[in-house]
């Protein structure tokens, strides 16, 4: 006959509990202080520490106050690229250096124009007609 024992292990940072068939680990499940509670707050409606964004549309505007700090990020990649292009052109800086650097502050500015287009995002109107989602054909 199999045996199955449950072990637990606490401390004040983490639970962890083991479900041991025949002396091998079936299952293990760590629970973190720092992650404790956020399942059974949705399942019981309470708040759960953080902000929501809004799915629908808001009024005022994109939120461009919220991502300042990153299209000013934006504006000094833009800005050390052309100095770089500038100091390259008049053989101040050497070429291969700066074609690296200047492949970064392209991939750097693809990746936060995300950040922008997320702020222009206005979402959907609820008084919109949403189209029906696909179905599986029969």
């Known amino acids: 006959m199999p045996t199955q024992d449950i072990l637990i292990n606490w401390s004040p940072q983490e639970t962890r509990v083991a479900v041991v068939e025949n002396g091998a680990v079936q299952e293990l499940h760590i629970e973190r202080t720092l992650e404790r509670g956020q399942v059974?707050?949705?399942?019981?409606?309470?708040?759960?520490?953080?902000?929501?964004?809004?799915?629908?549309?808001?009024?005022?505007?994109?939120?461009?106050?919220?991502?300042?700090?990153?299209?000013?990020?934006?504006g000094l990649l833009a800005g050390a690229?052309?100095?770089?292009?500038?100091?390259?052109?008049?053989?101040?800086?050497p070429v291969t250096p700066t074609l690296?650097?200047?492949?970064?502050i392209v991939f750097d500015l693809v990746v936060l124009s995300v950040i922008v287009q997320a702020a222009r995002y206005q979402g959907y109107d609820a008084g919109e007609v949403q189209p029906e989602p696909a179905r599986a054909l029969s």
């Open 40 to 74: 059974g707050n949705v399942y019981l409606g309470r708040s759960l520490g953080f902000v929501v964004t809004p799915k629908t549309r808001q009024a005022g505007g994109p939120a461009w106050g919220l991502i300042r700090p990153q299209l000013i990020a934006i």
């Open 100 to 104: 690296v650097n200047l492949a970064w």
């Open 81 to 93: 690229g052309i100095v770089g292009v500038v100091r390259m052109a008049v053989g101040q800086a």
